[in-house]
C-alpha cells in the first residue's frame, strides 16, 4: 500500500520535470460560495490535468519500461501515459473505443504515442489493451490500481498542505478514486483534522455508491463530464477511502455546469466539467462549509469545442 515515504519520493521525482501548481484564493468566489476556497490549478500542467504527477511516477519506476507500455482511456490518463512515455522514451500504445473524439487523438499522437481503435466501449477496450499488451510484450497500465499513481497523485496534495496546513478540509473530484485517496493518505499523516471529501457526478456514482455499500458496484455511466465517467469502481482507491474519506458528495451534470461557469467569471479559470466539480460540491452543501477553509481541485482544463460551445450558450444548454 501507498504510504507518506512513497509520495515524498514521489515529489522529489516530479521536482525534477513538473514545478508545483499555483493555488490560489479569489476573494469575489468566495462571496460567491460564503467559505476561504483555495483553488488547486491542475489546469496548469503540460497536459492539463492533474494525472500527469501519477503517469510520470509510474514509468520512473518500471523497470523494463524500454519494452514498451499499453494503457486504454479515452481522456487525461492516456494523455499523462503518453507524455510520461516521451520523456522516458518508451514505446506507448493507447487503446481508444471506435469512433473518439479526433481532438483526443491528435492529443495522444502529438506525444508520439501509437492510437489503436478498438471495442465498442471501455470495458472492451481494456480487453483489447489486454490483448495488445501480451501481444507486444508490453506492460499493461491500469488506470487506477497502480500504487505509483497514487504516490504521484498525492504530490498535489501535498503542495496543498504545505501551502495551507490549516485547512479544514480538501474537496476532491472522483473518478476512479486515485485523487481522493491520495489526499486521504496526504492529510492522515500531515494534517489529520482537515477532512478529505470526495465529490462525483450522480449521473455515474459507481465509486460514491461502492463507497457507501462497503462493497464494489456497478453503476450506469451517463454523465457528460469526460473525468468524472467510469461505471465501475476501483479496488485500491477504494480501499483506501473506506478507512478514510470523510464524506462522499454527489451532484448533478447541471450543477456542474454551473460551477463551470463561475469558475470562469469569478477566477478567470477554464476547467472541465470534472475540474469544476469540487466548487459544484461546495456550492450544493452551503451550510456545511459556510465559513471555513477549502481547498478545491480544478483537476483539468481540457474542455472539449462542444463544452466550450454549451459553456458559453444559453444558461440552460
Ligand atoms: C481522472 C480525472 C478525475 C478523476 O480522478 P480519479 O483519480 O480517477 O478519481 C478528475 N478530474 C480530471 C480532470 C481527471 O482527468
Redesign the pocket.
Known amino acids: 500500500m501507498t504510504d507518506m515515504r512513497d509520495i515524498l519520493q514521489a515529489a522529489s521525482l516530479l521536482a525534477r520535470h513538473i514545478p508545483p501548481t499555483p493555488m490560489w484564493s479569489y476573494p469575489v468566489l468566495n462571496a460567491a460560495a460564503g467559505a476561504e476556497l483555495w483553488v488547486k490549478h491542475e489546469n496548469t500542467q503540460p497536459i492539463g490535468?492533474?494525472?500527469v504527477r501519477g503517469g510520470i511516477t509510474l514509468l520512473a519506476a518500471l523497470p523494463d519500461r524500454s519494452r514498451g507500455v499499453v494503457a486504454y482511456s479515452t481522456?487525461?490518463?492516456a494523455q499523462s501515459i503518453a507524455y510520461a512515455a516521451r520523456l522516458f522514451g518508451t514505446p506507448c500504445a493507447i487503446v481508444m473505443p471506435e469512433n473518439p473524439n479526433p481532438s483526443k487523438v491528435a492529443a495522444v499522437e502529438a506525444l508520439g504515442a501509437t492510437v489503436v481503435i478498438g471495442g465498442a466501449t471501455m470495458v472492451e477496450a481494456a480487453d483489447v489493451a489486454r490483448e495488445e499488451a501480451d501481444r507486444l510484450g508490453r506492460r499493461l497500465i491500469s488506470p487506477?490500481d497502480e500504487p505509483e499513481i497514487i504516490a504521484g497523485?498525492g504530490t498535489l496534495y501535498l503542495e496543498i498542505l504545505l501551502q495551507r496546513p490549516d485547512l479544514d478540509a480538501i474537496v476532491v473530484?472522483?473518478?476512479?478514486?486515485?485523487?481522493?485517496a491520495a489526499a486521504c493518505l496526504v492529510a492522515r499523516a500531515l494534517a489529520p483534522g482537515c477532512q478529505v471529501i470526495g465529490v462525483q457526478s450522480a449521473a455515474a456514482p459507481a465509486a460514491h455508491d461502492s463507497w457507501r455499500l462497503g462493497e464494489m458496484v456497478l453503476r450506469p455511466m451517463k454523465t457528460r463530464v469526460d473525468?468524472?465517467a467510469t461505471g465501475s469502481a476501483y479496488a485500491l482507491p477504494q480501499q483506501v477511502m473506506r478507512d478514510l474519506l470523510t464524506d462522499f458528495l454527489l451532484v448533478t451534470d447541471e450543477e456542474i455546469r454551473a460551477a463551470q461557469r463561475l469558475m470562469l467569471t469569478h477566477a478567470h479559470t477554464l476547467a472541465?466539467g470534472?475540474?469544476a466539480a469540487a466548487l459544484a460540491g461546495v456550492l450544493n452543501r452551503r451550510e456545511e462549509f459556510a465559513g471555513r477553509k477549502v481547498a478545491i481541485v480544478v483537476?483539468?482544463g481540457n474542455a472539449g469545442p462542444a463544452e466550450l460551445a454549451a459553456l458559453m450558450g444559453p444558461q440552460d444548454a
Not at 173 to 180: F, K, M
Open positions: 490535468a492533474f494525472k481522456g487525461n490518463h487506477a497523485v473530484p472522483v473518478g476512479s478514486g486515485t485523487g481522493a473525468g468524472l472541465e470534472a475540474g483537476s483539468g
